[in-house]
RNA sequence: GAGCCGCUAGCUCAGCUGGUAGAGCACCGGCCUUUUAAGCCGAGGGUCGUGGGUUCGAUCCCCACGCGGCUCACCA
């Protein structure tokens, strides 16, 4: 191999590794064996002997660990060589000298390159310098790795391989394996947290019936079933299926799902994204602040260590309560209004006073109702000035922005319905439910109406919806939290991106 | 969808007022049995994102396009 002359440009590189295998091959050596068993983790070798000198291993003569993993890191001195061998638990160095593991086991090591996945067998040892190490009596090379690792100094840093191309981002950056670790601890707590509460988790159809495809205010993606010919949607959001299961009876009820909403990307939003619902009968959005509050401060004490959190250059503090800000109460400060009715009387004029910024300005114009307004208002106005070092409840929503929401008994232009947000981001929406049938065919009906106004977001009509609630549904309130929100929060990721294994991008020109 | 920025070796990056490209790591050959960004010696490796234009000459200037990042808009 490697003859003089042989260049280095990725397809030599490739080459030059297929020929290797090869030669393992013919060493005996299947460079994609299977059936190798791996009794232990570089992580409990670590743990085990974390507090033992040099002197203490030698003496003890520790039992012979077994451990395989990726090879990031080859130091040789000809006849001795270092390795680390990179596994789920993190990196552990390999000591191989060839007069302990023999020539064959030797010659096959020269044969490995950064990458590739090995075995090695030996005990537990402190080198000159105290790190703890294998000293490998046994080698094994296991799988050839035909592409060659990125830099180990500065790993892998460019966004866009790294996002197209995971699989070498995870393996190259160790603190990116702790992001996913972090995201997996933070699902686990919540349904532990639930399934403590006597709920239970539930699946609903992703494919939606056009009428079925409610529930949010935001665009879906189309399909089609061939059999069936039948136009479908992906689902943006789990209310509606969830709460027929209220209707049903089962009380306490989420749904882990992913959900889809055909619109813009960015930071903060990926097309396709993961929301928990819960629902839970007899209970009220004011419940159920209560117990957001207490979820979300476990959660970051399990996640991050502590219920004080790092985003982005603010410590947030999850510590429960949290402060709650009025939407109506603060667009009323605003425009020194008394009451309701003094909003009503606005004019446009007066209602664009108090914002020179044109994009607000523009967005006014979709302002229909009243409503649609204080909901603008409290966005312009009052959102940037929402606490950052705290999560904060948004409470005193009006009835037009909300439909799905039961009104207020004493006041019923607003709804029981809050939002939670954090780090500057909603990372929750929930409200007591409207369980009267004929207010909900009303809403429907306006959503239909707005929908025949040009609102590419309105919610369809859905009829098997009415005729669940006409089967009664209890008292009910529900809430939805964004789960890579969150993971946002917890992992201090700045994009959506970074919290979300493979993100959505537009395909490559050509795979290389 | 808009604005700004980026795209040079497998990776991380230099590249001057325009003169056809460099470093470190990786790779290849040689030496090396306690290294750890191992070291020492030597050798390769590039359609400078793509396509046009200007120019005697373009990685560099201009235009278009592609992909990405950031900001904004829509939203969770």
């Known amino acids: 191999m490697a003859e003089p002359g042989a260049t280095s440009s990725i397809e030599d590189q490739i080459r030059l590794r297929e020929q290797k295998a090869q030669q393992l091959r013919e060493k005996g050596a299947h460079p994609y064996g299977n059936g190798v068993v791996v009794p232990h983790t570089t992580g409990f070798v670590r743990t085990r002997h974390s507090s033992d000198d040099a002197a203490a291993l030698e003496a003890e003569h520790t039992e012979p660990y077994g451990i395989a993993g990726r090879i990031v890191a080859v130091r040789s001195m000809g006849k001795a060589t270092f390795l680390s061998l990179r596994d789920r638990d993190g990196d552990l160095q390999v000591f191989v000298k060839k007069d302990k593991v023999g020539e064959q086991a030797y010659e096959i090591l020269k044969l490995a390159d950064l990458g590739d996945i090995a075995f090695a067998r030996g005990r537990a040892m402190r080198t000159r310098t105290g790190e703890l190490s294998i000293e490998a009596t046994e080698f094994r090379l296991l799988t050839k790795a035909l592409r060659p690792l990125p830099e180990k100094w500065h790993g892998l840093t460019d966004h866009e391989t790294r996002y197209r191309q995971r699989y070498v981002d995870l393996a190259a950056n160790l603190e990116v394996r702790e992001i996913f670790r972090k995201r997996s601890k933070l699902i686990a707590g919540i349904r532990r947290f639930l399934d403590e509460r006597d709920y239970i988790e539930v699946e609903t159809p992703v494919l939606h019936k056009p009428e079925e495809a409610g529930g949010a205010a935001a665009r879906p993606f189309e399909t089609h079933h061939n059999a069936l010919d039948l136009d479908l949607k992906l689902r943006i959001a789990l209310e509606l299926h969830l709460k027929r299961l209220i209707v049903g009876g089962l009380e306490r009820v989420y749904e882990i799902g992913r959900i889809f909403r055909n619109e813009g990307i960015d930071r903060r939003h990926n097309p396709e994204f993961t929301m928990i619902e819960f629902y839970q009968a007899y209970a ?78 523009h967005k006014f114009t979709k302002a229909n109702s009243t409503g649609d307004k204080i909901a603008w208002a409290f966005e312009a106005l009052v959102e940037p000035m929402l606490p950052r070092e705290k999560p904060c409840f948004v409470v005193d929503f009006p009835l037009e922005v909300s439909p799905l929401a039961r009104k207020r008994d004493k006041e019923p232009r607003l709804v029981d319905r809050f939002e939670a947000y954090a780090g500057g981001m909603e990372v929750a929406n929930a409200f007591s439910e409207l369980n009267d049938p004929r207010d909900q065919e009303a809403r429907f009906r306006a959503q239909v109406e707005a929908a025949a106004r040009g609102d590419q977001e309105a919610m369809p009509y859905d009829r098997d919806y009415i005729r669940a609630l006409e089967h009664g549904m209890p008292p009910t309130a529900g809430e939805g939290i964004g789960i890579d929100r969150l993971a946002m929060l917890f992992t201090d990721s700045s994009s959506i991106r970074d919290v979300v294994l493979f993100p959505l991008l537009k395909p490559e020109e050509d795979v290389k």
Do not use: C
């Open 284 to 361: 009220t959005y004011e419940d159920l602040m209560a117990l957001t509050e207490q979820l979300v401060e476990r959660l970051a004490v399990e996640v991050t260590g502590a219920n004080v959190a790092p985003f982005q250059g603010v410590l947030i503090d999850y510590a429960a309560p949290w402060p709650r800000v009025s939407m109506v109460g603060e667009v009323l400060k605003a425009y020194q209004a008394g009451e309701l009715d003094g909003l009503d009387k606005l004019t446009d004029d007066q209602w664009l006073s108090k914002t020179d910024d044109n994009e607000h300005r």
